[in-house]
């Protein structure tokens, strides 16, 4: 009866929440970082969906992988300047004692400064660490790792954490990314869930294309 109604409701709700989640995130994967910013501008209450089912899909996980960026940073000396470039609700600004610029689409936290990340309101070569947590969604890859080429000091540090199965060819992908300025100094390639590049700016992008600069799109099957 009425218990049940609610309840058959309930999961009515989440389907419906699910299905809406799965679709703004294939938006946000096959479009570039500006139709993103266009989105979440008409819609703002999109972004607050599109949270809370990212949320959802990485709390199955066995370890978040900001996690692994907070461990990082708290090995290195805390006057290092970061640039968090789609940082969602600032779990890294929160958990470390560095400066950190937080750059996102909307602010989930007053700590944000709302941006596309291909464009960010900071100086050329003024930070120390770039980072990308699960956040390189936008085609245009190259103009947003340009970005954080241009505002990261030389012998910089640009962190990446990715889904494992968006990569096709890991090889090349590393590849190029030398062609964009930066040197691989490690990879950890050992969670099958997702893969922590670290790498070090040797110099400005170079200009022309970087054939081998592909992620796939991370999508969600229905559960
Ligand atoms: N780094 C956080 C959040 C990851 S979710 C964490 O690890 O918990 C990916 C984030 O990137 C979302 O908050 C999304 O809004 C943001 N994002 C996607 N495209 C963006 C863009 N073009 N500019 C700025 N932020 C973007």
């Given at each position: 009866?009425?218990?049940?109604?609610?309840a058959?409701?309930?999961r009515?709700?989440?389907?419906?929440?699910?299905?809406?989640?799965?679709?703004?995130?294939?938006?946000?994967y096959?479009g570039?970082?500006?139709?993103a910013?266009?989105?979440?501008?008409?819609?703002?209450?999109?972004?607050?969906?599109?949270?809370?089912?990212?949320?959802?899909?990485?709390?199955?996980?066995?370890e978040r992988p900001?996690?692994?960026?907070?461990?990082?940073?708290?090995?290195?000396?805390?006057?290092?300047?970061?640039?968090?470039?789609?940082?969602?609700?600032?779990t890294?600004?929160a958990?470390?004692?560095?400066?950190?610029?937080?750059?996102?689409?909307?602010?989930?936290?007053p700590?944000?400064?709302?941006?596309d990340?291909?464009?960010?309101?900071l100086a050329?070569e003024?930070?120390?660490?770039?980072?990308?947590?699960?956040?390189?969604?936008?085609?245009?890859?190259?103009e947003?790792?340009g970005?954080?080429?241009?505002?990261?000091k030389?012998?910089?540090?640009?962190?990446?954490?990715?889904?494992?199965?968006r990569?096709?060819?890991?090889?090349?992908?590393?590849?190029?990314?030398?062609?964009?300025?930066?040197?691989?100094?490690?990879?950890?390639?050992?969670?099958s869930?997702?893969?922590?590049?670290?790498f070090t700016?040797?110099?400005?992008?170079r200009?022309?294309?970087?054939?081998g600069?592909?992620?796939?799109?991370?999508?969600?099957?229905?559960?």
């Amino acid at each position: 009866r009425s218990g049940r109604s609610a309840a058959l409701r309930a999961r009515m709700e989440e389907r419906l929440l699910g299905a809406r989640f799965r679709y703004l995130n294939q938006q946000l994967y096959t479009g570039s970082s500006r139709d993103a910013e266009r989105l979440f501008r008409a819609d703002p209450a999109a972004f607050h969906l599109y949270h809370r089912g990212f949320e959802r899909q990485v709390r199955r996980w066995p370890e978040r992988p900001v996690q692994r960026i907070v461990r990082y940073l708290r090995r290195r000396p805390a006057s290092l300047v970061v640039a968090d470039f789609g940082c969602g609700d600032c779990t890294l600004a929160a958990s470390v004692k560095n400066k950190v610029h937080c750059f996102d689409l909307v602010p989930l936290s007053p700590r944000v400064t709302v941006c596309d990340m291909a464009k960010v309101p900071l100086a050329a070569e003024s930070v120390d660490v770039a980072v990308f947590c699960l956040a390189l969604m936008g085609t245009n890859l190259q103009e947003i790792l340009g970005e954080a080429n241009r505002v990261l000091k030389l012998g910089g540090t640009l962190m990446m954490a990715e889904v494992a199965s968006r990569f096709e060819d890991t090889c090349a992908f590393l590849k190029a990314m030398t062609m964009l300025g930066f040197r691989t100094v490690s990879k950890d390639l050992s969670s099958s869930y997702f893969y922590v590049l670290e790498f070090t700016k040797t110099g400005p992008a170079r200009p022309g294309p970087a054939p081998g600069l592909r992620l796939r799109p991370c999508l969600y099957k229905r559960r």
